[in-house]
């Protein structure tokens, strides 16, 4: 009975940990490298520095984000204003200027996108959303979405969740198996997104992946006071 109990607790930290390791995979533009329109190194994110409006390309994890037709930003953008006090690295546009943003594997091959965070998608600048903001997600496929309204930026709470004015994308089965996706807007000046799930599961609806993870640490502490018990 010990050794049937102790092989499926084994069992369930070993899936709890295979849950664990898709957050390594997530594109949160922190830790990768931002070049400029010449191909040199900006610098490695950081959740600190902020290479504003001089990036041509960033590439984190095997993946490649471009800015096409002028330069974006990427680093801690929300923390000006706010006492430097956000501490979360995120990419930002302005549309003036800027075509498109396209992200791709470095290798071109294929990839799911699950999900997104919209930190920013306002026709003001530094602003509230006003509902006719007109920016569009396409996969090389050629299917399109609409992209919902965000004010621009966001506030942390005390677990590193985003606040509410963060607008979240569950992605469909429209996005898999795609070899780029490119982001576009007609009329918005502020952009902004963070944490991109590429293949791998987006966190639960309604529940931020911060809030998951403190879920899931406290979930294999629980697991430890059991083993101990049975010993």
Request: proline residues 4%.
């Given at each position: ?181 490119t982001f576009t807007s007609e009329n918005a000046f502020c952009f902004g997104m963070d944490n991109f799930y590429i293949d791998e599961p987006p966190p639960p609806q309604g ?25």
């Amino acid at each position: 009975m010990r050794s049937r109990m102790l092989t499926g607790l084994m069992l369930l930290i070993f899936l709890l940990g295979g849950i664990g390791l898709a957050s390594a995979t997530i594109i949160d533009f922190t830790g990768g490298v931002a070049y400029d329109v010449n191909g040199n190194p900006l610098g490695v994110t950081n959740n600190v520095d902020l290479f504003q409006d001089a990036v041509a390309y960033y590439v984190e994890d095997g993946f490649r984000y471009d800015f096409v037709g002028g330069p974006g930003t990427i680093g801690d953008y929300y923390s000006i204003g706010r006492g430097g006090f956000v501490g979360n690295d995120v990419i930002h546009a302005h549309w003036r200027g800027l075509g498109s943003m396209v992200i791709s594997k470095e290798d071109r091959s294929a990839f799911d996108l699950n999900y997104i965070d919209l930190s920013s998608n306002t026709v003001v600048g530094g602003g509230q959303s006003d509902g006719t903001e007109a920016s569009w997600i396409t996969t090389d496929e050629g299917y399109s979405m609409r992209l919902p309204s965000s004010d621009w930026g966001f506030d942390i709470d005390f677990f590193g969740a985003m606040g509410d004015g963060v607008a979240r994308l569950w992605l469909d089965e429209n996005f898999d198996d795609v070899l780029s996706v490119t982001f576009t807007s007609e009329n918005a000046f502020c952009f902004g997104m963070d944490n991109f799930y590429i293949d791998e599961p987006p966190p639960p609806q309604g529940v931020p992946e911060p809030t998951v993870m403190l879920l899931l640490g406290s979930g294999l502490i629980g697991l430890a006071a059991i083993r101990k018990k049975i010993k």
